[in-house]
């Protein structure tokens, strides 16, 4: 695959030390002009291409399960398409991530292409990302997968813990959200005539070290996000490169 004269997404987004402390107190955070508009249009054009690559599921909605319904998950797009990985190993997304989460660098975990088809989700309402806010402070509460009862499990944790329930306002392109991952989240079914595809990059603090997998989807993980690591030594495979300023 020859590689297209891509944007190089140079230079860097500061973070204020406000914006640190309020994804830290809150566990979200939307930063605007993260990337220019004309940045954001080449990238959706590749990355939407390489979707397109790797294959869309064909069922019609009613024929999938919950997951399946909510969006169509590609991952890790950068590894066979160089102008993705231009985009996905940004030293300026990472530099972000890592001024948010207080670190000096940070590793990719992996990265995910979230295509939320119109008419798909498991609610009627707009498909936007939805947070307890506040939530990752008290580590991980679920390890339920995708599914009603997650959905179920997002409005009882709300009911009973109390906390409030925060819906960022619209974005713009080159507007970027940001969560922690123990920040309990979802996001409702997309009722307009438009698909909605979201890139994500998952980051981690470059020095961690690989903990003891606690059910079969952590095993499954370790082996597929972190090849060849083993439990007590550092997170560093082919898959997970350094970066950051």
């Known amino acids: 695959m020859s590689q297209l004269l891509m944007p190089d997404l140079a230079g860097s987004r500061a973070v204020s030390a406000a914006e640190v402390a309020r994804f830290q107190r809150d566990g979200h955070i939307t930063l605007t002009g993260v990337a220019t508009v004309d940045e954001a249009a080449a990238y959706c054009d590749v990355i939407t291409a390489s979707v397109d690559r790797r294959g869309r599921d064909p069922r019609p909605l009613a024929e999938r399960d919950t ?8 991952e890790n797009l950068w590894v066979d398409d160089p102008d993705v990985a231009q985009f996905v190993l940004s030293a300026r997304f990472a530099g972000i991530a890592a001024q948010l989460l207080g670190v000096e660098n940070v590793r990719l975990y992996h990265d995910q292409a979230l295509i939320k088809e119109a008419g798909g989700g498991i609610t009627t309402d707009m498909g936007v990302l939805t947070f307890a806010t506040g939530s990752h402070d008290r580590g991980a509460l679920t390890d339920i997968e995708i599914s009603d009862a997650s959905h179920g499990f997002f409005d009882d944790l709300v009911a009973s813990e109390g906390f409030e329930v925060t819906v960022p306002g619209p974005m ?26 979201v890139m994500t990059m998952i980051w981690f603090d470059a020095d961690l070290l690989v903990q003891d997998p606690s059910n079969p989807a952590q095993h499954r993980d370790l082996g597929k996000w972190l090849p060849g690591c083993r439990p007590g030594e550092p997170a560093v495979s082919a898959l997970n490169p350094r970066l950051g300023y």
């Open 67 to 74: 997951y399946g319904k909510a969006f169509l998950q590609i």
């Open 172 to 197: 713009r392109a080159g507007d970027a959200s940001f969560h922690a991952g123990w920040t309990v989240h979802r996001a409702s079914g997309n009722t307009s005539v438009i698909t909605r595809t």
